[in-house]
C-alpha cells in the first residue's frame, strides 16, 4: 500500500489507502481553486507566506501551525510563490479511524470539534513542537522503510500521530481569539444557516432578511469571503451532501427532497455536473470502490 507520493498527483479524488502523507517544498505559482475532499486532511506548515481559507475563514499561518480541513469543507491556500512552502500533509481514510475507535475514543473528534467550533487551526505551544516533529520524524521513516512489520508499524506510529493532534485540540482555548484568523462575523452566521438548512428554501431574500442585509451587499460580502456566489455554495454543499446520502444506499429520490433541490430533474443535472456521474452511477461506482 502506497503511502508517501506527492499529493499534486491526487489533488482532490477519492481515498482507498487508510492514510496518506507528504511532505513537500516548492516554490513555483500553484493557482489552487476551491475545493473539497470526501475524507479528513491535517496540514502541518513548516515554512513560507500562506493563507489558507476554510469555510469562509482566513489563517495566516505560521511555523508549526496545524490546520484541520474536515471531509466537504471548501478551502483554498493563497501561496506566496516569491517564497518556498515547506508543508506536511496527511489524508484520513475516515474508514480507517472509525476502525479504531475505543469506548468514548473517537480520533475524528478533533474534525468534529473544529467544525462545530469554527476553528480549524491548532497554534503550538514552543514545548509541544519538538513531540510532534518527532512523531512526524518517525512516521515518515516508518513509511520509507519496508521491512519486516513495516505496516504494523507505520499505522501504529500514524494513530499515535492523531491521537497527539486530538490532544493538542482539545487543550486549546477555543473562546481566545487568534489575531491569524480572520473573517466576518456575518458570512459566519449565514454560512452556519445555510449549512443547518439545506432542505429548506435558502433563497437570497429569505437570508437578507433573516440577517437584516441588503441582498446585493450579501451576495457582494459572501462572494468576497467564501470565493462562491452564495447560489453556487448552496448548490454544491446540497450535492456533498447528497453524495454523502447516496453512499448509504438512499433512493435518489429521497435523497433530492432531503437535500432541498425543487425537483428531480434540476438535481440529477446539478449531481452530473459536479461528480460527472448520475446518482445511481455514482452509487454503483462507490459500491464497486468499496
Known sequence: METYKNED??????????FLFFKLKDQKKNEFEFHYHDFNKIIVFLSGEVTYVIEGKSYILKPWDI???????????????????????????PYFLDA?????????????LATEKKMNMIRLNKRDIPSLKQTLDDLE??????????????????????????????????????EDVHY????????????SNLENDLSIDL????????KYYLMHLFKKETGYT?????????????????????????????????????FVRTFKKEFKLSPKQYYKAYTNRN
Request: one cysteine or more; hydrophobic letters at 40%.
Open 100 to 112: 479504531h475507535k475505543r469506548n468514548d475514543c473517537d480520533l475524528q473528534s478533533c474534525f468534529l
Open 9 to 18: 498527483m491526487q489533488k482532490r479524488g477519492y481515498l482507498n489507502e487508510d
Open 207 to 214: 437570508l437578507a432578511n433573516n440577517f437584516y442585509l441588503n
Open 67 to 93: 490546520l484541520l480541513v474536515g471531509k466537504n469543507d471548501i478551502h483554498q491556500p493563497i501561496i506566496n510563490s516569491s517564497v518556498p512552502y515547506e508543508r506536511i500533509i496527511l489524508w484520513l481514510n
Open 230 to 266: 452564495i447560489y453556487n455554495y448552496i448548490q454544491k454543499k446540497r450535492v456533498i451532501r447528497a453524495s454523502d446520502y447516496l453512499k448509504t444506499g438512499m433512493q435518489a429520490g429521497e435523497v433530492c427532497s432531503l437535500c432541498g433541490f425543487g425537483d428531480y430533474s434540476s
Open 141 to 178: 521513516a516508518a513509511i520509507r522503510d519496508e521491512s519486516f512489520g513495516y505496516e504494523i508499524l507505520k499505522n501504529s506510529l500514524f494513530i499515535q500521530l492523531i491521537v497527539k493532534i486530538n490532544r493538542l485540540f482539545f487543550g486549546m482555548d477555543l473562546n481566545k481569539k487568534l
Open 184 to 195: 466576518d462575523a456575518r458570512i459566519e452566521k449565514v454560512l452556519s444557516y445555510i449549512n
